[in-house]
């Protein structure tokens, strides 16, 4: 009897806990599509079409009515003038003549994170990312697993000029919310100027970023919005390829404060993905006085764009 009543006990204990991790899910899940909504509603938006990079979305799927679709705007040679010679070069390289200017994109990633040092192991990856160019914005939603039916959603994101990191165990208990400060802007719109590679017609002066050579093989990007002004340096290939972007970032110390140090993320595998040259693989790491640490390598295993061609 004393056996069937723990077993009871323990049975309402389950369901209370699955209520409770749903309920916290379900929040997290709001928070991610307000913050989405919101970087969206941000963006220009004269109406009223969405066409996908890669295939056509069903209208239901797509923010149509949230995404600039100037269609008549593409990419010229007059938009290239006076640019660095590595630059011009990439940039004629990866943009096809006649391509729209990315309002906004969509990439999904599947790989693997590492939390922690150089000891801790690598953990699977499934992240999306949705992207705008005016003003600059993303929001990462990834899901980490950490152990088998033990999975860590993150969300990583700058919007309306102001960084944001949360992560939850399940989805749904609280282990990480950083306060917003500048050092947490600077960080994510770093973020958005490396990974501009990826939707890289935002890398045309016209954009908002402005370029300074600093020999045949490299050059400095820079990028100012509202009070945050970030840069980059660009690393290319003969075969006019970006193949690492180096940059100075504010990383997080133990006392919850930030030390600047370097980061790296490095790119390879280029395949042309709606009229763009764009990495399909990387990696990005923490280069430290101790050594460098990777902590995040994956695969774009799919990518759309509004404008598309």
């Given at each position: 009897m004393r056996v069937t009543t723990a077993l009871k006990g323990l049975g309402v204990a389950a369901v209370g806990l699955g209520a409770a991790v749903a309920v916290g899910r379900s929040r997290f899940d709001r928070a991610s599509a307000d913050l989405a909504d919101e970087l969206l509603a941000e963006a220009?938006?004269?109406?009223?079409?969405?066409?996908?990079?890669?295939?056509?979305?069903?209208?239901?799927?797509a923010p149509a009515d949230r995404i600039v679709t100037d269609t008549d705007r593409t990419v010229t040679d007059d938009d290239l003038t006076g640019l660095p010679d590595p630059v011009r070069d990439?940039?004629?390289?990866?943009?096809?003549?006649?391509?729209?200017?990315?309002?906004?994109?969509?990439?999904?990633?599947?790989?693997?994170?590492?939390?922690?040092?150089?000891?801790s192991a690598w953990k699977p990856l499934e992240a999306t990312q949705r992207v705008t160019v005016r003003p600059p914005g993303f929001v990462w939603d990834a899901t980490i697993e950490m152990a088998p039916f033990l999975p860590v959603r993150v969300v990583d994101a700058y919007v309306g000029g102001s960084g944001v990191l949360r992560a939850a165990l399940l989805g749904a208990l609280p282990v990480a919310d950083m306060v917003p400060s500048p050092d947490l802007d600077e960080g994510e719109l770093v973020r958005y100027l490396v990974e501009a590679v990826w939707f890289p017609t935002a890398l045309v002066p016209g954009e908002g970023v402005e370029w300074e050579e600093i020999d045949d093989d490299s050059a400095r990007a820079t990028l100012e919005h509202d009070d945050t002004t970030v840069s980059a340096v660009f690393h290319f290939t003969d075969?006019?390829?970006?193949?690492?972007?180096?940059?100075?970032?504010?990383?997080?110390?133990?006392?919850?404060?930030?030390?600047?140090?370097?980061?790296?993320?490095?790119?390879?595998?280029?395949?042309?993905?709606?009229?763009?040259l764009v990495p399909t693989e990387g990696e990005v790491e923490w280069n430290l006085p101790d050594g460098d640490l990777p902590y995040w390598r994956a695969t774009i295993s799919g990518v759309e764009y509004w404008p598309a061609e």
């Open positions: 220009d938006a004269r109406p009223e079409r969405a066409i996908a990079g890669e295939g056509r979305r069903d209208r239901a799927d990439y940039l004629d390289n990866a943009i096809r003549d006649g391509r729209s200017y990315v309002r906004s994109a969509r990439l999904e990633q599947r790989g693997e994170f590492r939390l922690g040092g150089p000891e075969n006019d390829e970006v193949e690492r972007v180096v940059a100075e970032r504010p990383r997080e110390t133990d006392d919850g404060g930030f030390e600047r140090a370097t980061w790296t993320g490095h790119l390879w595998n280029y395949r042309e993905r709606g009229g763009l």
